[in-house]
């Protein structure tokens, strides 16, 4: 059984973006082990929508399709569906309150042309789609199974991963499944985290453990292959929990997960709230920490006090803690951390200082040196790294590194 890709628009088969969807999705499917046989990109036309739709659907038994699904003139998808299968449109009358929903949510008026995009093929499924206005159209054509998704990348994945794979694997296609865990660490380097799993990271070991590093951020990867998703999973469940035991409170989260994820959780079931005092990182904590939904709720708002002047006007660090132990120290760092906790009315207060380059260094302040801080009401705690990497690098560690100073803080 072999599956097809069809991507549809004039903005790819004129070169003017490249298909990243057949690709993204050729990787889904091998990891449920289904095998593309053929990717297809056809312009916004009618007659040649049709023919690859005729084509697809006599030679291989899975046809995944992106794209023509808006609510414009160009915009073919459902029209060729419903010729190829012989039937006519009819509306869907919940898909169209879901839509019309959308818009009014949002203060808008619906747009009439936008009540195509609840038009499906006579015996055609909607397939919900929760980021964006259209939704998909699943069918059977002969022996094929049809999904048809959105052309925008963001709402074609959240589609494919929430309602086309369960269907997929519900409907028995695919063979020997591969999935994937990753586990995402910070507090170690690659080596140290290496040492501890050294039985599993051997090669031929089942299920397989790789490492990689990111911006500080250590990810184990655990790639399980077996005949179903509930096997593969049994043989990554033991090795997760091994991987945890090992690495204790390195380990911050899964998958997508990043630091900031991390702390919002912490902050949030902790009830705390957090302002921030930025030297070297430039505004990168604060812009972390606002990427996260929700994070008014415990972020209470943060300075940059980039040249010494503005640590002593604004932050009130002392002329003579500076000259004492020189801007980029623990003393400084903590300083800075009170008082933004102080001034913004927060539990906590967290800062950076640092030598982000590539000029600027001596020998014993060597450019990639930060420290960052950590108080609250009744402490501080410090810490200082150094990585030798470009400026964008060691604004990015630094900004982590203090970020994982406030996830492990323990009220
Ligand atoms: P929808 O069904 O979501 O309305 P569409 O094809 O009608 O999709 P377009 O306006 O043509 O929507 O495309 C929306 C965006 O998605 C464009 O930026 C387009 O380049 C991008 N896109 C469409 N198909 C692909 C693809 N195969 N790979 C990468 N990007 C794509
Ligand atoms: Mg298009």
Same mark, same amino acid.
């Given at each position: 059984m072999k599956a097809e890709i069809i991507s549809i628009g004039s903005e790819l088969t004129s070169g003017q973006n490249l298909d990243t969807n057949a690709q993204w999705l050729s990787q889904r499917l091998a990891e449920i082990g289904i095998v593309v046989g053929w990717h297809t990109t056809v312009a916004d036309d009618f007659e040649a929508n049709l023919d690859v739709f005729q084509t697809a659907t006599r030679r291989a038994a899975l046809v995944l399709a992106t794209g023509g699904l808006g609510p414009t003139q160009d915009d073919l998808t459902r029209e060729v569906l419903a010729r190829m299968a012989g039937v006519e449109l009819v509306l869907h009358a919940d898909s169209l309150a879901r839509i019309q929903e959308m818009f009014t949510s949002r203060r808008r008026v619906m747009p009439?042309?936008?009540?195509?995009?609840?038009?499906?093929?006579?015996g055609a499924e909607p397939i919900p789609n929760p980021r964006g206005t259209a939704p998909g159209i699943w069918m059977k054509h002969g022996a094929s199974l049809v999904a048809a998704m959105p052309g925008v990348p963001s709402e074609m994945f959240a589609m494919y991963r929430d309602s086309v794979q369960p269907r997929l694997l519900a409907a028995g296609l695919g063979g020997a499944v591969q999935i994937q865990r990753k586990i995402n660490c910070f507090g170690a380097g690659e080596s140290a985290v290496e040492a501890k799993l050294l039985d599993l990271t051997r090669r031929g070991h089942v299920p397989e453990v790789g490492i990689t590093v990111s911006d500080a951020v250590i990810s184990l990867r655990i790639l399980a292959r077996a005949a179903t998703p509930a096997e593969a999973q049994a043989q990554i469940a033991p090795v997760e929990a091994t991987i945890r035991e090992r690495l204790g409170e390195w380990v911050f989260g899964v998958e997508q997960e990043e630091l900031e994820h991390a702390v919002a959780q912490h902050l949030e079931k902790e009830h705390l709230t957090l302002a921030t005092a930025e030297g070297v990182t430039g505004g990168l904590i604060a812009r972390l920490l606002t990427?996260?939904? @929700?994070?008014s709720g415990w972020y209470k708002g943060g300075v940059v006090a980039y040249q010494t002047d503005a640590k002593v006007q604004h932050l009130a660090v002392p002329h003579a803690l500076i000259h004492e132990h020189g801007l980029f120290s623990a003393p400084v760092a903590e300083a800075m951390a009170t008082a933004c906790r102080i001034r913004f009315g927060a539990d906590l207060g967290v800062s950076s200082v640092g030598i982000a380059g590539p000029?600027?260094?001596?020998?014993?302040?060597?450019? @990639?040196l930060v420290w960052v801080g950590l108080s609250w009401d009744g402490g501080a705690r410090t810490q200082t790294f150094s990585w030798i990497g470009t400026r964008k690098e060691v604004q990015s560690r630094a900004a982590r590194l203090a970020l994982n100073l406030v996830r492990l803080y323990k009220p």
């Open positions: 009439e042309r936008n009540s195509v995009q609840a038009l499906f093929p006579a990427s996260i939904p @929700g994070a000029g600027g260094g001596s020998t014993d302040r060597p450019v @990639g």
